[in-house]
């Protein structure tokens, strides 16, 4: 059975059944809705700590790594109780709320209408899921400095809270930060995300859950690995679904590779069989491979992730493909430098911003659309852009063909690179 099937069949309450990586995708895909007149916000002074964690307010940035520290620093006793205060006074928003307020067009910008609408209402008439408040709502857009973070807490009253991080859309902004992901971590909504688990958890429930899906798994296990110890004593499960990974030699401090120790059995990695987001940079746990009844980068919607019972179907292990792009670009972000790398992603969207494409989607989805904006990109790029791009990407395409030559899969790699090579 797929997403919908499930949350429409599974009639279980929490209290019967504890919730499962299937109840975490269907969170994580709920927190992809825009539904600010909706849900209650996080705390005005708290936005204004999250700006300046992820340098929006550039003169109160902190230092990469030092994002726990710098909030116990802007907190103090009036904040406890401000805490108490507010964990007793705000009203979390349910689904039905979503449904009442009838604002799609706002609610789904970005979303496919038909089924996220669906899965409100699903979440509205379900006795597992109706009583899931939201609250503490965030969502910050900085074009200019390359921002993008929400996030939004559920919370069962009494029992437990998932701490929910928003995933990747198809705006450049959003893909432009994942591939900062793979040149400069940690990224200002990786910092953010820390700084908010610490927050947030401050008047949650004492047992938590954290997770996202896509660029959202990766933020769930960054804040997890950053969180002061306190907090993250309290993490029952970080669950990724098909998140990007890290850079090679990221997270490999100490107080990092300490805080893995830790949370060592309590971080859910999956992905599916043909992934090609969730196969990007070096895992810090090892993934579950889900059947999809999807192909290529369809299969990165959870929409078209099968289920049986309470989780999902698993298979031995991710195809050749999704193992040949891992490979493939892992292979080529190393053949740069660390000064040439950031040129090279520059030069990237230089080029997908001319190209004619409304959206990121529109390239990174493959088949014939997504050629013809290549196409454009390469056609109307400066000379400095393809100076750059170029070479590249011809270097892409020959650790790809080094690939197959050798009688392996290279994946969506090949044919991306191809296409930017004709």
């Not at 907190?75 to 039905?96: E, I, K, N």
């Not at 969730?278 to 919607?301: C, F, K, L, T, W």
């Not at 109307?380 to 690939?403: N, Y």
């Amino acid at each position: 059975m797929d997403l919908f099937q499930y949350l429409e069949g599974e009639l279980r309450t929490f209290d019967q059944l504890g919730l499962t990586p299937v109840d975490s995708a269907a969170i994580s895909q709920m927190s992809m809705i825009d539904a600010p007149a909706v849900v209650p916000a996080l705390r005005r002074a708290d936005v204004a700590r999250l700006r300046r964690v992820g340098g929006i307010d550039a003169a109160g940035a902190c230092m990469p790594g030092e994002e726990t520290t710098f909030m116990g620093r802007l907190s103090g006793a009036a904040d406890a109780v401000a805490d108490r205060l507010y964990s007793r006074t705000v009203r979390g928003a349910h689904a039905s709320d979503l449904l009442a307020a009838e604002l799609y067009d706002s609610m789904f910008t970005g979303l496919d209408h038909d089924n996220t609408k669906r899965q409100i209402a699903s979440f509205a008439a379900s006795p597992r899921f109706r009583e899931l408040e939201m609250r503490d709502y965030v969502a910050l857009l900085d074009q200019e400095r390359r921002v993008q973070f929400s996030a939004t807490c559920y919370v069962m009253p009494g029992a437990w809270a998932y701490v929910a991080f928003r995933g990747t859309d198809t705006s450049f902004t959003g893909w432009r930060e994942n591939f900062d992901m793979a040149v400069t971590p940690p990224v200002p909504a990786q910092r953010m995300a820390a700084a908010y688990l610490e927050l947030v958890a401050r008047h949650l429930p004492q047992r938590l859950y954290v997770g996202g899906h896509s660029k959202g798994g990766n933020l769930a296990t960054y804040a997890a690995v950053r969180c002061s110890d306190a907090v993250r004593a309290r993490i029952a499960c970080v669950f990724d679904h098909d998140g990007p990974g890290f850079k090679a030699g990221f997270l490999s401090d100490e107080p990092a590779l300490a805080a893995l120790r830790a949370l060592e059995g309590r971080i859910h990695r999956t992905v599916p069989v043909d992934s090609v987001v969730g196969m990007i940079m070096n895992e810090v746990a090892p993934a579950r491979a889900v059947r999809s009844s999807a192909y290529g980068m369809d299969q990165h919607s959870v929409f078209s992730w099968e289920i049986d019972g309470g989780d999902f179907v698993y298979e031995e292990g991710v195809s050749a493909g999704a193992k040949g792009t891992h490979e493939v670009l892992g292979a080529w972000l190393a053949s740069f430098s660390d000064e040439e790398l950031p040129g090279v992603v520059d030069a990237l969207f230089s080029a997908m911003a001319v190209s004619g494409a409304q959206n990121a989607g529109q390239i990174f989805g493959g088949g014939p659309q997504a050629a013809q904006c290549i196409h454009e990109a390469i056609r109307k790029s400066d000379e400095r852009t393809r100076e750059v791009l170029g070479p590249a990407l011809a270097k892409l395409a020959q650790i790809a063909a080094e690939r197959i030559a050798r009688g392996a899969v290279a994946g969506i790699a090949q044919g991306f690179a191809s296409l930017f090579n004709r």
